[in-house]
């Protein structure tokens, strides 16, 4: 781009005029330079002219002419030299001197002086000789003699009569006789203002020079930045350069003014040469200038339009690339995108995913259009750049067309794939419901003519309905939808007419056999007896046949066996039977893999639309000051569990879908990550309180607007927990028609472990809640149980018990079990809803379990045991809910306590040396580790003949190795204290199931339910015979009361029995026990701690 030419005319223009005025190219010095020089006022220009136009210069009387400096003449005499136009120059100049009251040798002194210095042309100088008599004459005399000495034409005047005859007396001042009006001053001050407004005029012109240069040599930007940076430098140039015109015009006029003043004044005022040749550069250089600010002006709007086009391009080149690359991503993700599927579920997933897809792919497809669009917008205004943004636009749009396509295509496949998905589920779906129909009709029933056809009219209508369910031609199947068929749905395809075709067989066989039983009419057969077997006492459980059962109310099918009327049986078939249990199988593993990804939409769906948004600048104003910085406790580690559900849980689970009997695997390989629920349910107070208080705000209502959610973000957080729940009853489905697979101690691993974590994760809820502990709960170790109880608090003063008489009334309280101590706290129920109003617990006791001892039984009362300290100075007795809440806690302390006494021991044995074990003389007595509390004490020589005994014999009764712990009678009354008699080397809990129990006969002094089918239940009193050990460390029991018989762990025996004789007392063989051992169920085993227990 280059400056136009009519703006470097204008421009050329302006500085000629400017350069006329000012006489630059001379070296002419201006007015404001000479100001006091010609403020003397020894010459001036009073804008006259002679009879041909010369310009004349007068030289008024001025005494000290002589006396001035020769460069001041020089200079005030070149100044009004250069004042007249070049034409009025031209002709010479008239030089008027007034000396009428000087002297001749003053004049001649001026004439010389003039004559050179002088810088014009002199036409003619006219000289007022002095009017006295003498000079006059000494002049007239000497100037005849001296006229060819001052080399110009002089005429010497007498008055200023004679020079009106040179010149018209209206271009002569009032001093020479003169019409004229002169005032110096103003001539001086018009003179600097006229020469002050050329000299802004060349500045100007030259910076709208310099600028229009710049314009036109600056090459355009190739970014939006540098782009705008440019037009809005150069926009504030232009306005500079407008704001010096605007001060040049505005000067102008204000000259121009002063100098049509005196006009204004006397409209018959006649102006001088010289003031007609101002008022005509004045006006000549504002119309330059008018002119020049149009040139400038268009050349500007030529020059912006081109920076804004410019810029315009580098925003669409800018948005060209973006909307590429977002195009490029989505068409690369849409080439990798698999519209395979292996289910109606998966496709729909992948459908859904694809809709994802194609929302995304819209947006920029729409932004792409748009783009288009706006180029060819700018190609219709004209814009210079049209070569480059055409190509563009048809890039974009062929782009477009194509991703267009794409979907479409992909949509159509997968939308195939889905009716050939649902064809088949259809028709699996007929079998499965078949295969119920079958497995659901009572034999019994059917043995009657009337049953049989009332099953064979079930049946006919069942496969009248398969021609709208089930699949007719395999070939035309594959050929129709032969685009979206893979390996994976034609084996699937495969399966399913394989098992049209087993059921529509099993149907036949079926319908043969009710039409038999139809055809004839049924008789009534006396059932027979089958013969007795002999069962051995002594056969395993695992043994035993067992026996399967199936009902049509729980979905299994039974194994029955009827009599007909040929005297046989009839049972259902195991592949039959087998079948069943895969498709109930089946059913659940697609009920989980549903609910899974159903799950993990859901989390998504959370996370991006509530807590994605919260982060959104756009959404701030919504947010209310309680919710800001809030999202971790809002949402806690949701973030956490989606990542690991949609990265690794989901696919694994997926990994199992053609063998759900093994998916424990996959849970028990995952029980560590699935722990990340703890935290989210300790967080979920806290969240919910946060929600209480900020659920109405506009943030939660927009967001849930969006989403077009019915149900608020509450309902979406309590997902989390109601999914660790629901797999716990997954699970147990899963196991239930698992029996005898593979994977069915995975299944029941997996079930223990996941009902694991929410034994934790309620525990830990209710850990949380404790207030008022100073110390650490971390240091007490794991949690092993919790729970609510009635307490009773005893004190004991000196050798009697004193009750507290403020504690008949049982305390409330929560007991919490550690693995170092026991912690009694007082429940407080909180006002509030939902979590807000989960209970706290008020910290007020805690026993630590080194110090801690226990009697199982308490006060005749099946529910009750008590816990003491060493001293036994305060005694808790405690109440359970229930007998078995009772059992398992004592069974929990019992073993933290065996613990305690294992690593007792074990330390004991690495302090020991060789020799203690050697020389009987060094042990007299010994300190027992049992943790049964001692009613005596027993030395080491009986111990070990017990031992000799029991080796000899393992059929007598004596001989059970029970020496090692004695039953109290009653522990309120008597042995409060702890034996110290008994070696701890002796005391081997290792030994207590193997070698202290030998088969024999023995009485129940507590009651024992059976766990299971093959287990035996006794009653505290009962007499029992143990018969035999077998495997997992269990005994085969004899109930000598009630003759049955059954299986008991052998870890119970040793709290359930005693040795039995013919008394119903024992009394202690070596003298050594104070006391008898009860039999009766009033006994208690008392349990102790080992802190106290001096090696």
């Known amino acids: 781009m280059s400056v136009p030419d009519d703006l470097e005319q204008t421009l050329e223009v302006l500085s000629t005029i400017s350069d006329d005025v000012l006489q630059t190219q001379g070296g002419t010095l201006c007015a404001a330079e000479i100001g006091s020089e010609l403020r003397k006022q020894f010459a001036i220009l009073p804008g006259g002219r002679g009879m041909n136009g010369n310009p004349i210069i007068v030289l008024p009387e001025f005494p000290d002419f002589s006396e001035l400096e020769e460069e001041e003449v020089k200079n005030v005499l070149g100044y009004l030299s250069s004042v007249p136009s070049v034409a009025a120059s031209g002709a010479g100049f008239i030089l008027v001197i007034d000396r009428r009251l000087d002297r001749w040798a003053a004049v001649r002194a001026t004439l010389l002086r003039i004559a050179g210095s002088f810088p014009g042309n002199l036409d003619l100088v006219l000289v007022l000789r002095p009017t006295t008599l003498f000079q006059r004459t000494l002049s007239d005399f000497l100037f005849k003699y001296n006229r060819d000495e001052f080399k110009m034409k002089v005429v010497m005047l007498s008055s200023v009569t004679e020079l009106h005859a040179y010149i018209d007396p209206g271009q002569l001042t009032t001093e020479l006789g003169g019409t004229q009006e002169y005032s110096h001053e103003s001539w001086i001050s018009h003179r600097t203002a006229i020469e002050a407004f050329a000299l802004m005029v060349k500045t100007t012109a030259q910076t709208l020079q310099a600028f229009g240069t710049e314009l036109a040599e600056t090459e355009l930007p190739n970014d939006t930045e540098a782009t705008t940076a440019l037009l809005h430098t150069h926009s504030q140039k232009k306005d500079e350069m407008k704001e010096d015109l605007q001060v040049a015009l505005s000067q102008g006029g204000r000259l121009l003014e002063c100098i049509n003043e005196p006009l204004q004044t006397d409209p018959e005022y006649n102006m001088t040469y010289d003031e007609l040749e101002n008022l005509a550069t004045v006006q000549r250089l504002l119309g ?99 070569d480059s943004i055409r190509p563009k636009c048809i890039e974009l749009r062929g782009v477009c067309e194509e991703i267009s396509s794409t979907l479409r295509s992909k949509k159509s496949l997968l939308l195939r794939a889905m009716e050939l998905h649902h064809a088949l589920e259809k028709a699996s779906r007929w079998c499965e419901e078949g295969i119920f129909l079958l497995a659901s009709q009572p034999v019994d029933r059917c043995q009657s003519q009337d049953g049989a056809e009332a099953a064979l009219q079930e049946l006919e209508r069942y496969l009248d309905t398969g021609s709208l369910h089930t699949l007719t031609d395999r070939s035309a199947i594959c050929c129709q939808y032969e685009a979206v068929i893979t390996s994976q749905l034609r084996d699937q395809v495969e399966k399913v007419f394989q098992k049209q075709s087993s059921v529509q067989e099993m149907f036949e066989k079926r319908r043969v056999s009710l039409k038999k039983l139809a055809a004839k009419q049924t008789r009534p057969v006396q059932p027979v007896a089958p013969r007795p077997e002999v069962k051995s006492p002594l056969s395993s459980p695992s043994q035993q046949r067992k026996e399967r059962r199936y009902s049509a109310d729980n979905a299994i099918c039974k194994r029955v066996e009827s009599p007909i009327h040929n005297g046989g049986t009839r049972h259902v078939s195991l592949s039959e039977e087998e079948e069943n249990l895969a498709v109930l199988r089946r059913h659940v593993m697609n009920e989980l893999l549903e609910t899974e990804r159903a799950y993990v939409e859901e989390l998504l769906c959370v996370l991006e639309g509530y807590a994605a948004e919260m982060e959104n600048p756009a959404m701030a104003h919504l947010i209310p000051s309680t919710l800001l910085s809030k999202r971790v406790v809002l949402f806690g580690n949701m973030s956490e569990i989606y990542q690991f559900h949609k990265r690794t849980f989901l696919k694994e689970l997926e990994a199992y879908t053609d063998c759900p009997e093994l998916v424990g695997r996959c849970f028990l390989e995952r029980m560590k990550d699935l722990q990340i629920y703890e935290a989210y349910c300790q967080n979920k107070p806290r969240s919910e309180s946060l929600w209480r208080q900020c659920s109405d705000c506009a943030f939660f209502q927009e967001c849930q607007k969006k989403l077009e959610h019915k149900l608020g973000l509450d309902s979406y957080l309590l997902k989390p927990v109601q999914r660790i729940t629901k797999y716990q009853l997954l699970l147990k489905e899963l196991l239930k028609y698992s029996k005898g697979c593979d994977g069915c101690d995975d299944l029941q691993e997996a079930l223990s472990s996941i009902l694991g974590i929410l034994k934790a994760v309620n525990d830990s809820m209710h850990l949380i809640a404790i207030t008022g502990y100073e110390g650490n709960l971390s240091d007490l170790g794991r949690l092993m149980m919790q729970g609510s109880f009635s307490v009773w608090t005893e004190h004991k003063k000196g050798h009697a018990k004193v009750k507290d008489l403020a504690r008949f009334k049982p305390m409330q309280r929560h007991l919490f079990l550690h693995q170092k101590a026991l912690l009694f706290c007082k429940r407080r129920e909180e006002n509030g809803e939902g979590y807000e109003k989960a209970p706290s617990y008020s910290f007020k006791h805690s026993l630590s379990m080194s110090a801690l001892g226990f009697t199982e039984n308490a006060k005749g009362d099946n529910k009750k045991f008590e816990i003491w300290c060493n001293s036994r100075d305060e005694v808790f007795i405690v109440q359970a809910p229930t007998p078995e809440i009772k059992t398992s806690w004592v069974n929990e302390i019992r073993k933290v306590l065996t613990q305690q006494l294992k690593a007792c021991r074990d330390a004991s044995q690495q302090k020991s040396s060789d020799s203690a074990f050697q020389s009987p003389a060094s042990n007299n007595s010994s300190i027992s580790l049992s943790p049964f509390r001692s009613s005596g004490s027993k030395s080491q020589k009986k111990t070990e003949e017990k031992k000799a005994e029991a080796s000899d014999s393992s059929s007598s009764p004596k001989h059970k190795g029970w020496n090692k712990a004695s039953l109290s009678v009653d522990a309120s009354e008597e042995n409060d204290g702890y034996s110290s008699s008994e070696d701890p080397m002796n005391s081997d809990p290792e030994d207590d199931v ?13 009651d024992c339910e059976k766990a299971g089918p093959q287990e035996l239940s006794v009653k505290s009193g009962d007499m029992v015979e143990l018969i035999r050990e077998g495997e997992e460390e269990q005994w085969f029991v004899k109930n000598l009361r009630s003759g049955k018989e059954g299986w008991v762990a052998a870890a119970n025996l040793l709290s359930l029995i005693s040795e039995s004789k013919s008394s119903q007392s024992l009394s202690s063989s070596d003298g050594s026990v104070s006391g008898n051992i009860s039999t009766s169920s009033s006994c208690s085993e008392t349990y102790t701690s080992f802190s106290d227990i001096k090696p």
Do not use: M
């Open 288 to 386: 330059q200038l008018d002119e020049t600010e149009t040139a400038f002006d268009d050349f500007w709007e030529r020059h912006r339009t081109k920076l804004e086009q410019c810029l315009q391009l580098r925003h669409f080149e800018k948005h060209f690339r973006e909307v590429r690359t977002q195009l490029d991503v989505t068409s690369e993700r849409l080439s990798g995108f698999s519209e395979v599927s292996v289910s109606p579920a998966h496709a729909e997933h992948v459908l859904r995913e694809l809709s994802g897809h194609e929302d995304k792919a819209c947006d920029a497809l729409d932004h792409a259009l748009s783009l288009a669009g706006e180029g060819d917008r700018l190609i219709e205004n004209s814009h210079y750049a049209e």
């Open 994 to 1006: 193997g070698k202290k129990l030998a088969p024999g006969k023995y009485t129940v002094f507590a």
